[in-house]
């Protein structure tokens, strides 16, 4: 397991992606590499946009697996639930969801965790 908090900026989505794709090579993984770099972008974004309150930050965690998963989650600080809406401009749910093998919300206190995991090879 890594993971890596990051405080409430835009700047670090492209951080937790990089993040996302150092820890993916150290570990040996490059089999969907694209696909969960962009899911943690999708996450991290979410929780900046609706989770983060201000002064607080969003914690990135990923675990890699024996039986060959991946696994991201993004903690934040936000009241309610992630969930997929129809708004044009929320798509980032829908995304990780046709990306990802599976994935969720756990509630947490405060916020939640979202998460997605990845079956490779």
């Known amino acids: 397991m890594r993971d890596r908090l990051y405080l409430r900026s835009p700047r670090t989505v492209a951080a937790a992606r990089q993040f996302t794709r150092d820890t993916l090579h150290a570990w040996g993984v490059d089999e969907r590499l694209d696909d969960m770099s962009l ?47 129809d708004r044009p401009h929320g798509q980032g749910l829908t995304l990780v969801q046709a990306l990802a093998d599976e994935w969720g919300v756990v509630p947490r206190t405060p916020g939640k965790i979202v998460w997605c995991e990845f079956r490779i090879g």
């Open 39 to 85: 899911c943690v972008s999708e996450l991290a974004t979410n929780a900046l946009r609706y989770g983060v309150q201000p002064g607080r930050g969003y914690l990135l965690r990923l675990f890699g697996f024996e039986d060959a998963t991946v696994r991201a989650e993004v903690h934040d600080s936000g009241p309610g639930l992630s969930r997929i809406t």
